[in-house]
């Protein structure tokens, strides 16, 4: 159907259509100039009106890679006689929109996409007659949405084709057109078909009980939640139950090492509910993805998704897992209202996260983990302008992809580590509890928090600590003095045993590394930058097998070392574990510290050529970015 195109009358801000009935002449759509609003990452005028619900009706063509249907969005209206709905879109095929009157018959609407305005994609500006709460929107997903990654049957363990979606920070838009800001909550249900060899999963209600065996699937989402937070995923999957409100989805080749690996699951859950109050989610199930997902993990309500690379065989990385389980309270709860304050989202989570590991594994664990997020902080933090160093940061104008670097998550943590440092333990986790309570399903910003805790936290405890040091660490770039640094037994002793071997008071052999945690592990790798050549990689190869660990952790700082000093084993490995994986933490890294060597770019493009295809569109770009070229110079994907 051809869209109408929108003729409107601008008067005092409101936008007054011509309520269906088809304009001529038509206007240019560049007389219309929307520009982003209160969120400068989208152009939705969500003050103005808002979506309340939205219905999703969708097909899922493998072949095509598109997903073609249509939404009905309810609305509030906060702003009466106003008459124009916002949308973000970025890559979609509109078809036609509709609005809803109350007896349920439709009214055609003049509507019109504005132009491109890069990764914000393009407004779909919409009619809205007075009295229609409801509209319908016709569109279908192109193939290069930037949310979704179509893998073919051979990049599948199952032999099947697989999609899933990534919808953070602001591709949500790339196929559902909506109101693509955290600022913005809704309930949802979605009506999905798929080829009936294939499950769709949603972050939404349902379990393995619920399978439709005829290709069509139906879902409800009774919480409201932001557009950062809809996901869905389609492939062939099994499900093994972990507990009466958990269990793991995967492709059947990972299945059973998946239920095995997430064993404590369930227990993760009540100790979140011991520390901060009630789940209130319902189930809270995983999704075991295929490698090329570009993150470790996504924190969709009820439905989180992983990375394969955390299935180390013996649980030693499920500090990932803690860390999406704690997005249930921080983040999903209670979530940033903007993305320039991420940190409300993983400070709270990586503090959360560690409170989850310290109950599991016991303080030794959490202080190790901690050493390891500080010290990879203090490396990170002089690689960043003063104003990237603040909790709080001015992303306008930016990508907000650039939000997700080191400080909202550690720096983040280690104020509220700070928090407890000064109030106590006890006093801290009564005013978290407290608030995640005050703020459940809601989006705010950092000055709603600082608020809240002038408060409830430092007005009630005026000896504790000033309101001036909260301060500095939230606008103030760079660590504060008075910063609290952990410290960890185990790492000293690591660095003794290793200093004994560089000089030759040990061998390799009398290492005590059977006792070793993963961390003590990684510590160890980290502190043999500039300290080994080729010889001792061999020796430590030789020793420990680190070519071969399954421990991908391990395998990435082996790796980079292997880079570092040349060693060949190790970059034959490093060729095929680029072509394997393709999660952004391990891939750009690695990428860069190759391509910045005189004889590795070369073979750092070569790489990527092979392995692009199978990449997410995010992997792509960030390793076209470390190796400092253009998707144009190394061909179509």
Not at 437 to 448: G, H, N, V
Request: hydrophobic share 40%; with cysteine; charged share 20%.
């Amino acid at each position: 159907m051809r869209s109408r195109k929108l003729i409107v009358l601008v008067m005092l801000g409101l936008m007054v259509g011509c309520q269906g009935e088809r304009p001529t002449p038509e206007v240019p759509e560049q007389s219309f100039d929307i520009q982003t609003g209160a969120d400068p990452h989208s152009f939705a005028e969500y003050e103005k009106v808002s979506i309340a619900h939205m219905a999703l009706d969708l097909s899922v063509n493998m072949d095509a890679q598109t997903l073609e249907g249509h939404v009905v969005y309810d609305l509030d209206r906060h702003v009466p006689g106003w008459q124009r709905l916002v949308l973000d879109t970025r890559d979609l095929v509109i078809d036609d929109v509709l609005a809803i009157r109350s007896d349920g018959t439709v009214l055609p609407v003049s509507w019109y996409l504005g132009s491109a305005q890069g990764h914000l994609g393009q407004p779909l500006v919409v009619v809205l007659p007075s009295g229609i709460e409801q509209v319908r929107i016709d569109y279908a997903s192109k193939p290069q949405a930037f949310g979704l990654q179509w893998l073919t049957a051979e990049q599948t363990s199952s032999g099947r084709p697989f999609m899933f979606s990534q919808s953070q920070p602001h591709y949500a838009r790339t196929w559902v057109p909506l109101q693509d800001t955290p600022a913005v909550r809704y309930t949802f249900e979605a009506t999905v078909r798929a080829p009936e060899e294939l499950m769709v999963v949603m972050g939404a209600g349902g379990n393995a009980d619920d399978i439709n065996d005829d290709g069509i699937y139906n879902f409800q989402m009774p919480q409201p939640i932001p557009s950062y937070l809809m996901a869905i995923a389609v492939g062939e999957l099994e499900f093994a139950a972990l507990g009466p409100r958990s269990g793991v989805y995967a492709e059947p080749d990972w299945i059973d090492r998946a239920a095995n690996e997430f064993d404590v699951l369930e227990e993760m859950i009540s100790i979140g509910e011991t520390l901060y109050g009630p789940y209130r989610w319902g189930r809270y199930d995983l999704l075991v993805l295929p490698p090329s997902f570009p993150f470790g993990g996504m924190e969709n309500p009820r439905l989180s998704f992983l990375t394969p690379t955390i299935i180390a065989g013996d649980g030693s990385l499920l500090a990932l897992v803690a860390h999406e389980l704690a997005h249930s309270w921080s983040g999903n709860l209670v979530t940033n209202a903007a993305w320039q304050d991420l940190w409300l989202n993983e400070g709270f989570t990586v503090y959360f996260e560690a409170r989850i590991m310290e109950a599991l594994y016991g303080e030794r664990i959490e202080r190790m983990l901690a050493k390891l997020d500080w010290d990879g902080l203090m490396a990170d933090l002089p690689q960043h302008a003063p104003g990237e160093q603040q909790l709080v940061r001015d992303l306008s104008g930016r990508d907000p992809e650039q939000a997700f670097i080191r400080v909202p998550y550690d720096k983040g943590r280690f104020f509220i580590e700070w928090l407890e440092s000064r109030f106590g333990r006890e006093t801290l986790d009564a005013f978290l509890r407290d608030y995640f309570a005050a703020f459940a399903f809601e989006s705010i910003d950092s000055e709603t928090f600082r608020a809240y805790a002038i408060e409830h936290l430092f007005q009630r405890h005026p000896d504790a600590a000033s309101i001036e040091q909260m301060d500095e660490w939230l606008y103030e770039p760079g660590m504060p003095a008075f910063a609290v640094a952990p410290e960890s037994d185990a790492f000293e002793r690591v660095d003794q045993l290793a200093e004994q071997w560089h000089s030759g008071e040990l061998a390799l052999l009398e290492l005590p590394t059977q006792a070793w945690s993963v961390y003590e592990w990684q510590h160890f790798l980290k502190g043999l930058s500039g300290q080994v050549d080729t010889e001792d990689m061999a020796s430590l190869d030789a020793q420990f097998e680190l070519t071969d660990t399954q421990n991908v952790e391990l395998l990435y700082l082996w790796l980079l070392l292997s880079i570092e000093t040349q060693y060949g084993p190790g970059l034959d490995r490093l060729a095929s574990f680029l072509m394997e994986v393709g999660r952004n933490k391990f891939t750009r890294p690695l990428y860069a510290s190759l391509a910045k060597t005189d004889w590795g770019r070369a073979r750092a493009i070569e790489i990527y050529q092979q392995a692009q295809s199978g990449y997410h569109p995010l992997t792509r770009q960030a390793s076209e970015r470390a190796l400092g070229i253009d998707s144009d110079i190394i061909g179509p994907n």
